[in-house]
């Protein structure tokens, strides 16, 4: 991908800004709780639980910390009545934009998302006006620094759909989600030590972005992050070293 480098790519900035409003823990326990609730407490044979143990233990929550949510989870306690809702709409630029939520009050939630929409020029819109651009994948990333080649052989031995090495030297490699976790255990062997692995959506199509609109949907991630209910934000803008450089 020419010319741009990691920051600018699909999910940018996500964990460093969470972790500076010191939401990522609450985050990370919701998604816990939620992923068990689902799908079982056994990370083996639940890859939504699997990634979401993976990013708890990247960001040095502790092992009962994590456990504790779990078994909350698994417990399915009738006081918890957090709901997975996707919101889809339109950002500055033509951006499509999904918004995947963790609630127990919908109102709050839709009214927190359609006024972040609403402040930087976009709108919410129908389930479904875009989805279809998205792809659910897993993601493992590296640092700058490796042999890309190595990389994709063992990537692709392991089982990985495709590697990205972006300008800046850093390498995505991308999975099928539901095997991300054995995907990042096979490179961990093969001596590649990820930096964070995580499900993601991948868009189909990229929408450019100039000087003006970039800044308007950085201010509209950060809206949505701002929520508590907000667990991930995605788009398919596209930041240009360039324009990422003038903001």
Same mark, same amino acid.
């Given at each position: *991908?020419?010319?741009?480098?990691?920051?600018?790519?699909? /999910?940018?900035?996500?964990?460093?800004?969470?972790? /500076?409003?010191? +939401?990522?823990?609450?985050?990370?326990?919701?998604?816990?709780?939620?992923?068990?609730?689902?799908?079982?407490?056994?990370?083996?044979?639940?890859?939504?639980?699997?990634?979401?143990?993976?990013?708890?233990?990247?960001?040095?929550?502790?092992?009962?910390?994590?456990?504790?949510?779990?078994?909350?989870?698994?417990?399915?306690? $009738?006081?918890?009545? *957090? $709901?997975?809702?996707?919101?889809?709409?339109?950002?500055? !630029?033509?951006?499509?934009? *999904?918004?995947?939520?963790?609630?127990?009050?919908? #109102?709050?939630?839709?009214?927190?998302?359609?006024?972040?929409?609403? #402040?930087?020029?976009?709108?919410?819109?129908?389930?479904?006006?875009?989805?279809?651009?998205?792809?659910? +994948?897993?993601?493992?990333?590296?640092?700058? !620094?490796?042999?890309?080649?190595?990389? =994709?052989?063992?990537?692709?031995?392991?089982?990985? @759909?495709?590697?990205?090495?972006?300008?800046? !030297?850093?390498?995505?490699?991308?999975?099928?989600?539901?095997?991300?976790?054995?995907?990042?255990?096979? =490179?961990?062997?093969?001596?590649? #030590?990820?930096?964070?692995? @995580?499900?993601?959506?991948?868009?189909?199509? /990229?929408?450019?972005?100039?000087?003006?609109?970039?800044? #308007?949907? *950085?201010?509209?991630?950060?809206?949505? $992050?701002?929520?508590?209910?907000?667990?991930?934000?995605?788009?398919?803008?596209?930041?240009?070293? @360039?324009?990422?450089?003038?903001?």
């Amino acid at each position: *991908m020419a010319g741009h480098s990691k920051w600018a790519n699909t /999910k940018h900035r996500k964990a460093a800004q969470d972790a /500076k409003r010191g +939401k990522i823990f609450t985050k990370i326990i919701r998604e816990l709780v939620t992923a068990s609730r689902i799908g079982g407490p056994d990370p083996a044979s639940n890859p939504r639980l699997r990634a979401a143990v993976d990013k708890a233990l990247a960001n040095n929550m502790t092992r009962d910390t994590l456990n504790r949510a779990i078994a909350r989870g698994a417990g399915n306690d $009738e006081n918890d009545n *957090m $709901e997975s809702i996707v919101y889809e709409g339109y950002g500055p !630029g033509g951006t499509a934009v *999904m918004v995947e939520c963790l609630t127990d009050n919908r #109102k709050r939630t839709v009214s927190d998302v359609r006024h972040a929409f609403t #402040k930087t020029g976009g709108n919410l819109g129908t389930d479904g006006s875009v989805a279809y651009l998205f792809t659910r +994948k897993g993601i493992i990333s590296y640092a700058p !620094g490796l042999d890309e080649d190595a990389v =994709m052989d063992a990537a692709l031995e392991a089982g990985a @759909e495709d590697v990205e090495t972006f300008d800046d !030297g850093a390498i995505d490699v991308y999975t099928a989600w539901e095997i991300l976790g054995d995907v990042k255990d096979a =490179m961990d062997a093969a001596g590649f #030590k990820a930096e964070s692995a @995580e499900v993601s959506m991948i868009p189909s199509t /990229k929408a450019d972005l100039d000087a003006e609109t970039a800044p #308007k949907l *950085m201010r509209l991630i950060d809206m949505l $992050e701002d929520s508590d209910d907000v667990q991930e934000v995605y788009h398919n803008g596209d930041i240009s070293d @360039e324009v990422a450089a003038l903001l």
